[in-house]
């Protein structure tokens, strides 16, 4: 009854968005413009697109798998801080996203940013991050593109991955319809790649991430891992700051 359960209900348990009214107002703190993007007859995307004056580049963020852009601006105007415009959109049935989702629509509206941002700024300019959910999607463009670089904050080496340490007496091989494999795109990206991963993340182990940078082109990737850090707390760490600091100078 649970593995039915699991295979019924996957999306209730991978995905928990929560929605916006079309007529919510965000409010930040940096200049923003919010982005209906139409990428179907039947779809719009909705996106906030943060802008800097004389930026150092861009960042095209895929955020975790909870909450809407009300929640994940706030969470990525720490870049806009260090003067990077910012991308980020809400997946299909988050926020004001409509639509609906699957693994391939996933990848049909990031592949539909990026392609926005590439009339706006040079490729070299971009920079993928990913984060929980979120780092599989970037992995996926970035084995498609030329981006300058990729960040992914608790990655995993595969939904499937994930789902076999939380559920070791089904076979989630069979029951998953999403398979996010990223350990399979990240063996395609030919730039640079940097992880970051805590040791007492409860949702994505440690060695799942492990796992991916083991198979990642080594001469690529750097690893970081935040000794305590859990799944939500690693910008409280003073090592992630520093990190940053480099690759986002």
């Not at 089904?170 to 991963?197: A, D, G, R, S, W």
């Amino acid at each position: 009854m649970v593995g039915l359960l699991l295979y019924f209900f996957q999306e209730r348990i991978l995905f928990l968005p929560t929605v916006l009214a079309n007529d919510y107002e965000y409010q930040f703190d940096y200049p923003f413009e919010e982005l209906f993007l139409k990428t179907d007859d039947k779809t719009v995307i909705n996106a906030i697109h943060f802008k800097t004056e004389n930026p150092k580049g861009v960042i095209l963020y895929f955020h975790g798998n909870a909450g809407d852009l009300s929640r994940w601006g706030f969470v990525v105007e720490y870049f806009v801080e260090k003067q990077y415009d910012v991308l980020i959109m809400d997946y299909r049935t988050y926020g004001k996203s409509t639509g609906k989702l699957s693994e391939q629509a996933l990848y049909d509206d990031a592949d539909y940013c990026y392609d926005y941002l590439k009339t706006h700024y040079d490729e070299s300019v971009i920079t993928l991050y990913g984060r929980s959910l979120g780092s599989g999607i970037a992995s996926y463009l970035a084995s498609k593109n030329k981006p300058n670089q990729l960040i992914l904050e608790t990655p995993y080496y595969s939904i499937i991955d994930v789902a076999k340490s939380r559920f070791p007496m089904f076979p989630v091989e069979k029951l998953l319809k999403y398979k996010l494999p990223t350990h399979q795109y990240i063996q395609q990206v030919n730039c640079l790649v940097t992880m970051f991963q805590g040791t007492e993340d409860l949702i994505v182990p440690y060695k799942s991430a492990k796992k991916l940078f083991k198979i990642s082109p080594k001469n690529l990737t750097t690893f970081i891992t935040i000794q305590g850090g859990n799944h939500k707390d690693l910008n409280n760490y003073e090592l992630y700051h520093t990190q940053i600091k480099k690759i986002l100078p």
